[in-house]
């Protein structure tokens, strides 16, 4: 029997429908940060703060979705890769929410080159992360459904 996704909306888990925006985020938020060091444009920097506090909110609530389903079933938090998976997701957020802090509170100045240095490490961190992800669902089945032809079940 295959580890259950707690948080769920007729069969289906929330936590991997949410977090397709944190992580288009936090690489926009990269991918912004070169378009500002190339131009120099302040425009770009305050895309930047936007794109970092809409990532912030939404791995947030994939967060709590993703906590749900670890602390829902013990067969998930028996998985060393859940529990990287997890670890990895809390510095990839302290590392962001500090990059946020950072740049509201030095501006533009400091996207080149730490804020842009923390971004690319943001987004390698999501590669590992995302990685650790898709292990506990095609390793180790968490949250697919037992009966395709039932996903409830």
Do not use: C, Q
Request: zero cysteines; glycine letters at 10%; a neutral charge.
């Amino acid at each position: 029997m295959n580890p259950k996704s707690t948080l769920s909306i007729a069969g289906h888990p929330i936590h991997p429908m949410l977090i397709p925006f944190p992580v288009a985020a936090f690489v926009g938020t990269l991918v912004v940060d070169i378009v500002y060091a190339r131009s120099g444009d302040p425009a770009w920097a305050v895309a930047t703060n936007w794109m970092l506090g809409a990532g912030l909110v939404m791995a947030a609530l994939a967060a709590v979705a993703g906590l749900t389903d670890f602390l829902g079933d013990s067969r998930i938090r028996d998985l060393r890769d859940a529990w990287f998976h997890m670890i990895g997701n809390v510095v990839l957020v302290l590392i962001e929410a500090v990059n946020l802090w950072r740049r509201l509170a030095e501006g533009g100045d400091f996207i080149v080159p730490t804020g842009l240095v923390l971004s690319l490490i943001a987004t390698a961190l999501l590669l590992f992360n995302g990685w650790k992800g898709w292990e506990m669902v095609y390793r180790h089945r968490v949250g697919v459904s037992e009966d395709p032809a039932n996903p409830t079940r």
